[in-house]
């Protein structure tokens, strides 16, 4: 059964701290894996993964992709509190099915 | 550039009542998606369309739940009837490009059955 597991399922870490978000998957003819943020409302679209070891960099966040080992990692430094949310991955397949982890909840305290 | 656009933003009503969900994609988008999130099962994917054709409705928990896009700018999801377990936020979601391809999420109703 093709499925994407994240861990840790919540996390409480300081302003400033660096934390490390994790998202597997098994998915029969992987394509690409994204990464979301969900604050109060909607997901907003993160990254999107296709080749292995390229990392991808958005300001704190960044994210790599590493097919051999059939996951991913989101890193955030220096966090701050507006990084609170709920961070979703997403893998897909060739046939155009896709499958979401549970989420990784991020507190930032001040 | 205005967003995926839902509505209601909210809507609470008793078991055994029709309820309607509306959804705008964005223009130019060919791919629309229906979500369901709760605390307990997460994001689940409920139905999308490519083109305004259902492609995938295998999330579609029951017979209870339809959906239609009848045309490129308008899609509903329809329960009847309603039960307290379809309390949820729904979500819409269009992309361009296939589903592999970055989706842009609306800010979702949230549904009460009583």
């Known amino acids: 059964e093709d499925k994407v597991v994240q861990s840790p399922l919540s996390l409480v870490v300081h302003e400033g701290d660096t934390v490390t978000l994790n998202c597997s998957y098994e998915?029969?003819?992987?394509?690409?894996l994204l990464w979301y943020k969900q604050e109060k409302k909607a997901p907003t679209f993160l990254f999107m993964l296709?080749?292995?070891?390229i990392e991808k960099k958005s300001g704190r966040l960044s994210s790599i992709l590493d097919k051999k080992e059939l996951s991913s990692i989101l890193n955030i430094t220096a966090t701050q509190t507006g990084d609170s949310a709920i961070y979703l991955c997403?893998?897909?397949?060739?046939?155009?099915?896709?499958?979401f982890g549970t989420g990784t909840s991020l507190t930032v305290i001040p | 550039d205005a967003g995926v656009i839902q509505s209601p933003r909210h809507e609470v009503t008793e078991m055994g009542q029709e309820v309607t969900l509306r959804c705008k994609p964005i223009?130019?988008?060919?791919?629309l998606f229906w979500y369901r999130q709760t605390m307990m099962r997460g994001l689940e994917l409920l139905i999308y369309?490519?083109?305004?054709?259902?492609?995938?409705d295998s999330g579609m928990p029951e017979d209870r739940f339809s959906a239609k896009m009848p045309n490129a700018s308008f899609s509903t999801l329809k329960i009847q009837p309603s039960e307290p377990r379809d309390s949820a936020v729904y979500f819409c979601?269009?992309?361009?490009?296939?589903?592999?391809?970055?989706?842009?999420f609306g800010d979702g109703t949230r549904l009460s059955i009583l």
């Open positions: 369309f490519n083109n305004n054709v259902p492609i995938d």
């Open positions: 296709t080749s292995s070891g």
């Open positions: 979601a269009s992309s361009t490009g296939g589903p592999g391809q970055p989706q842009h």
């Open positions: 997403a893998a897909t397949n060739t046939g155009n099915q896709f499958y």
């Open positions: 223009s130019g988008h060919d791919y």
């Open positions: 998915v029969t003819n992987f394509r690409s």
